[in-house]
């Protein structure tokens, strides 16, 4: 493939006004990766992240479902809960005690006789937002009617190598989150950029075929994969850094970037996934996962 030039101004990698708008049209609209299953496991769990100008959170219920709301008290809009943790039955906003089950629905008012005449609590419950689940990957939508994760990884689900996640034990060690000093675009330019592998990596990623790589964009997300060299698959297992998980006779390294900043990185002995997540203009965390 030929390499293609593209010009973005350097307002794009720079500005506030670029920033703002990529959150209100791109982040605030599409699927954001939450975290693993295996981390809402029992009713009660939860988890809150960032969609684009949206904080959303993940619950289990008592059915075992999961659900994903709006993290907005539905009296005067405080975040309700912060971060990861484990509740008992119910999610109680800090400011006023409102309460609401695992379900979403408002439960209890405090005072509610005294301070509120008439108040209809079954129209006070939660505002929804979607969630689903795709190679055991939880993301979020901000829409309730988003849809099914399907609709959007639908095409590539296929294509993205022979792997099953849910199987695969994860490695801590392996998994860390960072900040890069970079807009969040140069940093999945860097990922889907083919042409430096030889180069850069020609100490460290020699292992693969870079001249047989297939790659491309199958709508907004971008596709690869690319063989191993003959002399690194002949007794390949006991040059794996982990136990195989794929058959040999799918050998490959499959290395998509899917959109806004869904980064995988998949081989013989593993399953990674490269969260890239804009924070500013000028500074992008990368969660890592393995
Ligand atoms: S803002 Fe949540 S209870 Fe008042």
Redesign the pocket.
């Known amino acids: 493939m030929t390499q293609m030039l593209h010009h973005l101004p350097v307002d794009a990698y720079t500005s506030q006004d670029w920033f703002d708008r990529e959150q209100r049209i791109i982040f605030s609209n599409t699927w954001r990766y939450a975290g693993f299953m295996e981390d809402i496991s029992e009713p009660g769990q939860y988890l809150s992240v960032q969609a684009g100008l949206n904080n959303i959170f993940i619950v289990m219920g008592r059915d075992r479902r999961l659900r994903a709301f709006h993290n907005i008290?539905r009296?005067?809009?405080?975040q309700?809960i912060r971060a990861v943790g484990k509740t008992q039955k119910a999610l109680t906003?800090p400011?006023?005690?409102?309460t609401y089950d695992l379900e979403g629905n408002l439960i209890s008012v405090p005072d509610e006789e005294r301070e509120f005449q008439n108040i209809d609590k079954s129209c006070l419950g939660l505002n929804a937002a979607s969630v689903d689940v795709w190679k055991s990957m939880l993301f979020v939508h901000p829409d309730p009617n988003a849809g099914s994760i399907m609709d959007w990884f639908g095409e590539v689900d296929a294509r993205v190598g022979p792997h099953e996640p849910e199987t695969l034990p994860e490695y801590e060690d392996a998994s860390n989150t960072y900040e890069i000093k970079a807009n969040w675009k140069i940093v999945v330019e860097n990922y889907i950029d083919v042409y430096h592998l030889s180069h850069l990596h020609s100490g460290t990623l020699q292992m693969y075929d870079h001249s047989k790589a297939e790659y491309g964009f199958i709508g907004p997300h971008y596709l690869f994969w690319e063989p191993p060299v003959a002399e690194y698959e002949k007794d390949q297992d006991s040059k794996l850094a982990a136990p195989r998980v794929i058959p040999k006779d799918q050998n490959g390294a499959w290395v998509p970037m899917l959109f806004p900043g869904i980064g995988i990185g998949a081989a013989e002995d593993g399953w990674n996934v490269y969260i890239v997540e804009p924070i500013a203009p000028d500074l992008t965390r990368v969660i890592n996962r393995s």
Do not use: K
């Open positions: 008290c009296h005067r809009g405080t309700l906003c400011y006023h005690d409102w």
